[in-house]
Nanobody
Framework: EVQLQASGGGLVQTGESLRVSCTAPELPLSLLTIGWFRQAPGKDREGVSCINYAKGITATEDSVKGRFTISTDNFRNTSDLQIDSLKPEDTGVYYC?????????????????????????WGQGTQVTVSS
């Protein structure tokens, strides 16, 4: 029904920047809440940022706030996560996820959640590796 595609990862050095992208070809992003998650080797998956474009709601995990910026481009039907000042601890697989924003009207009326269970659709992820 919905298949997300994440891209843009790669090998970079400490202090450099990357932009990872998520596309949802079957649905307009204006209907969706997009979440970005990452999973470092041997660690649990964690939410890093999310956006509900229609309501102008965003959230960013405290540890990456100021370095990670989420955005949407409805014309291209793409959500981007700009990652600046990369650190080795940012290394991991970055996943984009989505759910219909309508699903969150009751449970998350004024926020977007950084919880995996709140999202219905997932991409395969893209690897980000930061070398020292």
């Amino acid at each position: 029904e919905v298949q997300l595609q994440a891209s843009g990862g790669g090998l970079v050095q400490t202090g450099e920047s990357l932009r990872v992208s998520c596309t949802a070809p079957e649905l307009p992003l204006s209907l969706l809440t997009i979440g970005w998650f990452r999973q470092a080797p041997g660690k649990d998956r964690e939410g890093v940022s999310c956006i509900n474009y229609a309501k102008g709601i965003t959230a960013t995990e405290d540890s990456v706030k100021g370095r990670f910026t989420i955005s949407t481009d409805n014309f291209r039907n793409t959500s981007d996560l700009q990652i600046d000042s990369l650190k080795p601890e940012d290394t991991g697989v970055y996943y984009c996820a989505a759910t219909l924003s309508l699903v969150h009207v009751v449970a998350y009326p004024n926020v977007c959640p950084l919880k995996s269970f709140a999202y219905d659709y997932w991409g395969q992820g893209t690897q980000v590796t930061v070398s020292s």
